[in-house]
């Protein structure tokens, strides 16, 4: 196996290459997915990324693989038919890292179970056979069979049904690897810091290696920005004087042991008290509570809960939960920002009135620009984008659907369809690499664990083939250790540290990191 994330030789390669037809700005999910579907479509691609793939939006996700319940409730038909089939390409496509996860919406009410069960059997109806499993009403004892933990006094019954969940840095970094094993160059720590332009079209960017400091230019004849959020930063560099199309929101999550939700469903509270959503999740061991939808008008990299938003996650979980999470027991809080695009009407305050379907805009030098969308449609978003280019003139046409049935690196072959809910509610682990996990566990030179389910090999093999460079990268992204609990990927920081040092060579950035690992701790 080549060592693919060998920096040295990614750098020489970006060097030396004269120009691409593909050069793309954002290692989030949707620039990975463009990465793929371009490259396997043999176009010369190159990705650049300002920090590590995944590290804003694409990392910070609810962790669902999902078509949106709440888009059905808007009416937004024909978004939840797309996400249905999405899901089930995903599932199809990454099963070491998707799986299929029973969702229980818990009735207090009479009309509760009636009302939203008849939404989620269309749900199922407009999956067809794309379908993960049947919708079913439940008495109050078959919900407490399923959500234990939930309060007994006046539950009613309720309403199961499937959905999926995944993995959404391993799922980018598998992106990234698949990218690059069909010829794209993808480049982390490496910062778009200028558009080129001749003539007022744009024919390629310069850019500047984070760690080095060296500089390079990039011709290329189609140019795609797909920095989520951070779109508006990159057309300002266009030339012209533009309107911002994102309106940030932000998306808090709280993780707490899988004591205070110990099943293997999902819970689901369609409307809170306030009209908003909640969930229950179980991940990687842990239950993940959440989230909230709240405006900002920063772009912070590491932004942080707001005091009303954690009050909102408790608040609510205790509703619902027997014996509800306190303050003490969050073992991490993280926050993630969505690039929901302004719509023409929209006085942009109120984010669950804007956009989450993908807005594309081609400008008058040629620059592409995507933004908003979500993590199950990363893939059809790639497709658009592509048709986009070819109906601008930037690049010639070539056949789409190569990525409908395209395996991702670590899924295994023999896998035709989803499997029903494993490991991925359970623990950390050799489960996410797929049919390399053989390989990992048995990597020369590692033979120790730094505690169950994170090994000296799995650190070993993300420096050599997973692009890690930073502390960060591993116990964020490879192993989702500080979403999980920071004080203790804090305390495994040092030595994660030395083992990436003796790997790459570089500064692992130790110290930027356990401040990290203090501020998901950090309650507001």
Not at 44 to 57: C, I, P, Q, R, Y
Not at 79 to 105: C, G, K
Not at 140 to 162: E, I, M, N, R
């Amino acid at each position: 196996m080549p060592l693919a994330a060998e920096r040295l030789q990614l750098l020489k390669q970006l060097a030396e290459t004269k120009k691409y037809d593909v050069a793309i700005i954002g290692g989030g999910a949707t620039g990975l997915g463009i990465a793929l579907d371009a490259a396997l479509r043999g176009f010369k691609v190159v990705l650049l990324e300002s920090h590590d793939f995944a590290k804003g939006t694409s990392s910070r996700a609810t962790k669902l693989v999902h078509g949106g319940v709440r888009y059905l409730a808007q009416g937004n038909i024909a978004l939840v038919r797309e996400a249905l089939h999405e899901r089930t390409t995903l599932l199809h496509n990454a099963p070491h890292i998707a799986q299929a996860v029973p969702f229980v919406m818990p009735s207090y009410k009479l009309w509760e179970a009636p009302f939203y069960g008849v939404g989620l059997k269309m749900y199922d109806a407009l999956a067809g056979k794309a379908g993960l499993g049947d919708t079913s009403f439940l008495n109050a004892q078959q919900t407490l069979q399923c959500l234990p933990a939930l309060h007994k006094a006046s539950l009613k019954g309720g309403v199961k049904y499937w959905d999926g969940q995944f993995d959404d840095a391993r799922l980018a970094i598998a992106l990234a690897r698949s990218a690059a094993k069909e010829g794209a160059l993808l480049v982390n720590y490496c910062k778009a810091t200028e558009l080129i332009h001749e003539g007022g079209k744009l024919v390629g960017l310069k850019c500047e290696d984070q760690e080095t400091g060296k500089k390079y230019n990039i011709a290329a004849l189609c140019v795609i920005n797909a920095t989520g959020v951070w779109v508006d930063e990159i057309r300002r560099q266009d030339g012209e004087s533009v309107k911002n199309i994102v309106a940030p929101s932000q998306g808090v999550h709280v993780v707490v042991d899988r004591k205070f939700m110990p099943t293997d469903h999902a819970m689901l509270i369609p409307k809170t008290a306030d009209g908003r959503v909640l969930f229950a999740v179980p991940w990687l061991g842990k239950t993940i509570l959440g989230t909230t939808d709240t405006p900002r008008d920063d772009l912070a990299r590491e932004p942080e809960p707001f005091k009303e938003e954690l009050a909102f996650i408790l608040n609510e979980s205790a509703n619902y939960l027997s014996k509800a999470p306190t303050r003490t027991d969050i073992k991490s809080i993280w926050v993630g920002l969505r690039p929901l695009v302004k719509t023409s009407n929209d006085d942009g305050e109120n984010t669950k009135k804007l956009s989450r379907e993908h807005t594309i805009l081609v400008s008058k030098s040629g620059l592409v620009t995507v933004t908003g969308g979500k993590w199950t449609t990363y893939r059809a978003m790639a497709e658009d984008v592509l048709e986009q280019c070819f109906e601008s003139y930037l690049l010639k046409p070539r056949p789409a659907g190569v990525t409908v049935d395209f395996p991702l690196v670590g899924a295994q072959q023999a896998t035709k369809k989803p499997r029903k809910f494993h490991s991925i509610g359970e623990t950390q682990g050799l489960h996410s690499y797929g049919d390399e996990a053989a390989f990992v566990e048995n990597l020369p030179g590692a033979e120790h664990d730094l505690m169950p389910g994170l090994t000296e090999a799995m650190v070993r093999f993300a420096a050599r083939y997973e692009y890690a460079r930073t502390v960060e990268d591993m116990l964020a992204r490879r192993s989702r250790l500080l979403f999980l609990d920071a004080a203790l990927a804090g305390k495994l920081g040092a030595i994660v540290a030395k083992i990436l040092q003796e790997e790459t060579g570089h500064d692992p950035q130790l110290a930027a990191f356990l401040d990290l690992a203090k501020q998901y701790q950090r309650l507001p």
